[in-house]
């Protein structure tokens, strides 16, 4: 048997190649700018292929984003052996590292929910429904009811957080641990006036 065919990638393999090249894409450029084409050049194949793998831009789109949006979701799982307090401050600390380290791709997942795919939009916001309800797992065990206003502001202070991320963690002059501390008396301010509201 040839090395070449030793060395041909089964066509999972080959997909997620593909994909992971469309990630890297995101390091330096907004998800709108990935075409069939540019990815095509990049990875070194043909057009042709892509289509057979994603059947369009959409679902390449689709791919690309879901991938991305999972990695920032597993370097960032909370430690359930850590207390609440310690558990949410622990998590924003390695949410600032993710951004210093893949700004490009943090930055396009938090405007990919401005993307004409309504499935795009979806697998963003599914990211940040998931994150509020861990907060809301987290102060439920320090004794703040779940109510519609608790929530309410719990997912309005994950986009607000994001926001953050974007303009500060990537900023090597930015201090983590001031970073942290600032986001956590937003989320306790937020959380604050979310208990006192007869919402």
Same mark, same amino acid.
């Given at each position: 048997?040839?090395?070449? @065919?030793?060395?041909?990638?089964?066509? !999972?393999? &080959?997909? +997620?190649? /593909?994909?992971? #090249?469309?990630?890297?894409?995101?390091? =330096?450029?907004?998800?709108?700018?990935?075409?069939?084409?540019?990815?095509?050049?990049?990875?070194?194949?043909?057009?042709?292929?892509?289509?057979?793998?994603?059947?369009?831009?959409?679902?390449?789109?689709?791919?690309?984003?879901?991938?991305?949006?999972?990695?920032?979701?597993?370097?960032?799982?909370?430690?359930?052996?850590?207390?609440?307090?310690?558990?949410?401050?622990?998590?924003?600390? @390695?949410?600032?590292?993710?951004?210093? !380290?893949? &700004?490009? +791709?943090? /930055?396009?997942? #938090?405007?990919?929910?401005?993307?004409? =795919?309504?499935?795009?939009?979806?697998?963003?916001?599914?990211?940040?429904?998931?994150?509020?309800?861990?907060?809301?797992?987290?102060?439920?065990?320090?004794?703040?009811?779940?109510?519609?206003?608790?929530?309410?502001?719990?997912?309005?202070?994950?986009?607000?957080?994001?926001?953050?991320?974007?303009?500060?963690?990537?900023?090597?002059?930015?201090?983590?641990?001031?970073?942290?501390?600032?986001?956590?008396?937003?989320?306790?301010?937020?959380?604050?006036?979310?208990?006192?509201?007869?919402?």
């Amino acid at each position: 048997m040839s090395s070449e @065919r030793r060395s041909r990638l089964t066509p !999972e393999d &080959r997909r +997620t190649q /593909l994909i992971v #090249v469309g990630v890297n894409f995101l390091a =330096d450029h907004p998800l709108d700018e990935l075409s069939m084409d540019e990815l095509a050049r990049r990875a070194g194949v043909s057009r042709a292929l892509l289509f057979h793998y994603f059947e369009s831009k959409q679902g390449m789109h689709r791919a690309v984003v879901t991938t991305a949006r999972d990695s920032l979701l597993q370097a960032t799982a909370p430690d359930p052996e850590l207390e609440p307090r310690e558990r949410i401050d622990d998590t924003l600390r @390695r949410f600032a590292i993710f951004v210093r !380290e893949h &700004r490009g +791709t943090f /930055l396009s997942l #938090v405007r990919g929910v401005a993307s004409g =795919d309504p499935t795009v939009r979806a697998l963003v916001d599914e990211s940040r429904e998931f994150n509020a309800e861990l907060l809301r797992e987290a102060f439920g065990e320090l004794g703040v009811r779940d109510t519609r206003a608790v929530r309410v502001a719990l997912r309005a202070w994950v986009s607000f957080a994001e926001e953050v991320f974007v303009s500060l963690a990537a900023d090597q002059l930015t201090d983590d641990d001031e970073l942290v501390a600032f986001l956590v008396r937003t989320l306790d301010a937020a959380v604050t006036a979310a208990r006192d509201s007869d919402l």
